[in-house]
């Protein structure tokens, strides 16, 4: 199973340079609650961002990937894909797909399933997830909040 998660305002904003460009303690406590200790795919953009905030503790998920055109990236805590392509094609486990914005684009073809935070209201930044063809995908769960709507998209 692919599943996809990411925090978009209503313009499909996801970040500004690399980083979120709102601080939504509820958001980021939903987000640790699906991939903590999950097997995760990510751009090495993020992976570097993600290690900024954890300076002196590990990435708190399981296994993690980090999709790369540096052929000779090597990194002590994640495995280096170079074709994300042919990494999701043969993939046989479970997999959360966590950013950015290109990983993201690259991904969506192959996700099954997408949790979206709709963040409410416009921000500034520079990153935008990939037009969504939602007509391939069916809403399954919703829960609101004051500044955030949560959702479950599974591919039909």
Do not use: C
Not at 132 to 155: G, P
């Amino acid at each position: 199973m692919i599943n996809m998660i990411w925090a978009m305002d209503e313009d499909f904003l996801i970040g500004k340079d690399d980083q979120i460009p709102w601080h939504i303690k509820e958001d980021l406590l939903y987000y640790k609650s699906k991939t903590k200790g999950q097997t995760v795919l990510m751009g090495e953009a993020t992976y570097y961002s993600l290690k900024g905030y954890y300076k002196t503790k590990p990435l708190p998920y399981g296994k993690i990937y980090v999709a790369s055109i540096n052929l000779d990236l090597k990194l002590d805590d994640a495995v280096v894909i170079n074709d994300v392509d042919s990494f999701l094609k043969n993939i046989n486990e479970d997999i959360w797909v966590v950013g950015g914005a290109t990983i993201y684009k690259l991904s969506l073809p192959y996700a099954d399933r997408l949790y979206i935070s709709f963040i409410k209201g416009k921000h500034e930044g520079n990153k935008y997830f990939p037009h969504i063809d939602f007509s391939n995908y069916k809403l399954i769960w919703e829960e609101e909040s004051e500044l955030v709507r949560y959702t479950l998209f599974e591919r039909v």
